[in-house]
């Protein structure tokens, strides 16, 4: 038996594992309220948590009406011409509307950071609280 067939195992499962990441994202649902998570340059920026709830797809929150804890993890320094920073911190919004549609957005400088809120018309509405970098 050659190598090759042995070796196409776990690169296929490496491709599998990749693009369930890299797909589309789902259909919002219209009774909930659906969070995207922007992407600031050499960094990512992860969904964790709802209400101390683990999250199943770390590129966006969907949340029932109502208020709410977010949590989630910005990971900076990517390009490699900045510091790797670990940052984990919260944002919380008591209104958040069914069918309604935020963007977070993620800032970083040094070694602080901070997401806001921002609803479809542009508005911030929410701020997030010091997030801890390491």
Not at 9 to 23: D, Y
Not at 62 to 90: F, I, Q, W, Y
Not at 108 to 130: I, T, W
Request: glycine fraction near 8%.
């Amino acid at each position: 038996m050659t190598l090759k067939p042995l070796l196409l195992i776990p690169t296929l499962s490496l491709v599998c594992l990749l693009s369930a990441c890299a797909g589309p994202m789902p259909k919002a649902d219209p009774s909930e309220a659906w969070i995207g998570m922007d992407q600031p340059a050499s960094a990512d920026l992860l969904a964790e948590r709802i209400d101390g709830k683990e999250v199943h797809d770390a590129r966006y929150f969907e949340v029932k009406p109502g208020a709410h804890r977010l949590d989630m993890t910005l990971l900076s320094g990517a390009d490699g011409n900045s510091t790797d920073l670990n940052c984990m911190g919260r944002l919380d919004y008591s209104e958040f509307k069914a069918g309604e549609h935020y963007q977070i957005n993620a800032s970083s400088e040094g070694l602080k950071a901070a997401v806001s809120l921002v609803d479809s018309h542009g508005n911030q509405v929410a701020q997030s609280h010091s997030f801890k970098c390491s």
